[in-house]
Nanobody, 128 residues
């Protein structure tokens, strides 16, 4: 059974940094692609960053490119999202997700509703 557990959210001041963690089980990173999404109040869930099944390629949405970095630690079955230079508009619930075709969702070809596996969300609040 595929399981995903996101953690690391909290409150941070504008300009600050947070690192989210997504611990996964039930699959190997090369079998499914993993990515990060977020959903702000009143907005649709959006893709932020996805790691390809080869665990070397990565996709970033323009809104986070240069500020967020996705990485993985295979020994710990964990994927991270390092978020720097945070802005109030980054406030949202952040989710990790896994799917064989996640890259198509990240690129915008397919909707997030197509994603097969979701972890529970972790809240990130950016405010002064």
């Amino acid at each position: 059974e595929v399981q995903l557990q996101a953690s690391g959210g909290g409150w941070v001041q504008p300009g600050g940094s947070v690192r989210l963690s997504c611990t996964y089980s039930g699959f190997q990173l090369g079998e499914l692609a993993i990515g990060w999404f977020r959903q702000a109040p009143g907005k649709e869930r959006e893709a932020l960053s996805c790691m390809g099944t080869n665990a070397r390629s990565a996709y970033y949405d323009d809104s986070v490119k240069g500020r967020f970095t996705i990485s993985s630690d295979d020994a710990k079955n964990t994927v991270y999202l390092q978020m720097n230079s945070l802005k109030p508009e980054d406030t949202a619930i952040y989710y990790c997700a896994a799917d064989s075709f996640l890259y198509y969702v990240c690129s915008g070809r397919d909707p997030p509703s197509d994603v097969a596996h979701w972890g529970q969300g972790t809240q990130v609040t950016v405010s002064s």
